[in-house]
């Protein structure tokens, strides 16, 4: 079927569906009812599981935390109160008579109704590549669910005013009301404890079977929605060239993004399946992404993050950035020799200053407390 038709019936669709959940507004909502979903039901992880996992730590009892799966059987053991099949009876039973919806992907159609808290936390900070309405690329099914979503939302997270401003307001065209907490996911990165980090690299080692010894490289390329790089990744350069200026033994981690599969490099240990990209951010000694706003989480841990780039002028075209890939403060390097030079010359004064100017210049919100200011948002909410 033709891209276009199909976008059409499906928009025709939502609105038919819409229309029709105005019927089941007798069912009650219940206080206190927490229902949460991450990338549409594909995982339990982003800044959803960590509001999840805050609030069961610091509010025991009085929240039902609901979690909605596309595969209900790949998490039975998660902390939850009930789980359920996202898209399902059950799912539009709980959307309807939750007191409070929580997901990462802007994809809120169900009308929100009176004395519901539907938070959007978005799934990426700082601000870098365009998306939803900004984004060429996406269709016109996909500008409808952002639209619609906009409405629907009554709370979205913010990781700098910069994130506000052109992403929150403009990309999503929502106009109502903006935590300015950081992201939920990314407080884990301000915790410095030596142990809480020696014991994410040893749990990720064993998995894979490598040494937690090793200097770790996290390779994490952002999507490219079918397209391929024009120059893959050269692994036995990287291995080369950290080992040479730290002077230890080198293991190169690769991991997808998540709307996609695998990792394309040989010779990388594929990690793509690993559920929690933060714990991969904390255990690594080095992140090479290209455009993905991992580079933002990474920022904060002052460890060294280089941009692999060799597809930038397609790029810079479609989908486009918010600001200059060259402004943002990391080494953008366009060919493996150019990053192999940067490795190099790498200086970490030079760097965190970099980093400094780059949380400024965006107008930075993280500082490490954001799931208490978003739980304490929502136990007042829940209390009214």
């Known amino acids: 079927m033709n891209k276009s038709i199909y976008d059409k019936l499906k928009i025709i669709g939502i609105k038919t569906l819409r229309c029709g959940t105005h019927l089941f507004s ?13 990338y549409l039901g594909e995982s339990y992880s982003c800044n959803p599981k960590y509001i999840s996992e805050y609030l069961q ?7 039902e935390i609901v979690w909605a799966f596309k595969d209900t059987n790949k998490f039975q053991d998660i902390s939850a109160s009930k789980i359920i099949k996202y898209k ?3 799912w539009f039973y709980y959307t309807i008579t939750a007191n409070v919806i929580i997901g990462n992907n802007a994809a809120m159609w169900i009308p929100r109704r009176k004395g519901q808290l539907i938070i959007d936390t978005w799934h990426g900070g700082g601000c870098y590549k365009k998306v939803a309405a900004d984004n060429k690329e996406s269709s016109e099914l996909a500008k409808y669910r952002t639209k619609i979503s906009g409405k629907e939302v009554n709370l979205y997270l913010s990781s700098s005013k910069y ?17 300015s907490s950081g992201m939920p996911r990314n407080d884990v990165l301000f915790v410095k404890d030596i142990n809480f980090i020696n014991k994410i690299r040893t749990e990720i080692a064993a998995k894979y079977n490598f040494s937690s010894e090793d200097v ?3 390779f994490a390329p952002t999507w490219r929605k079918g397209r391929l790089r024009s120059e893959q990744l050269d692994i036995s350069m990287v291995k080369r060239a950290v080992s040479s200026k730290v002077g230890k033994s080198v293991v190169v981690l690769g991991r997808g993004h998540h709307t996609e599969s695998g990792i394309l490099e040989k010779n990388v240990i594929d990690v793509s ?8 951010l904390i255990a690594s000694d080095i992140l090479i992404t290209d455009y993905s706003s991992s580079m933002w989480d990474y920022s904060f841990t002052e460890k060294p993050c280089f941009l692999f780039t060799p597809d930038l002028e397609i790029y810079e075209k479609t989908p486009g950035f918010d600001r200059d890939v060259h402004s943002w403060g990391f080494p953008v390097c366009e060919t493996n020799d150019q990053l192999e030079s940067e490795i190099y010359h790498f200086d970490q004064e030079d760097y965190l200053k970099r980093m400094e100017t780059h949380h400024a ?5 993280e500082n490490g407390t954001a799931c208490r200011q978003v739980c304490d948002y929502i136990n007042k909410f829940a209390n009214c």
């Open 216 to 218: 770790i490289v996290l």
């Open 26 to 38: 007798f069912f009650p909502i219940k206080k206190g009812r927490v229902l949460l979903s991450s």
């Open 163 to 179: 994130f506000s401003d052109n992403v929150v307001r403009k990309s999503f065209m929502y106009d109502g009301e903006i935590l």
């Open 361 to 365: 210049s965006l107008g930075n919100y």
């Open 88 to 90: 399902s009876i059950s």
């Open 57 to 63: 730590k610091n509010y025991p009892e009085k929240f």
């Open 273 to 280: 399946d690993f559920p929690d990209m933060q714990k991969l």
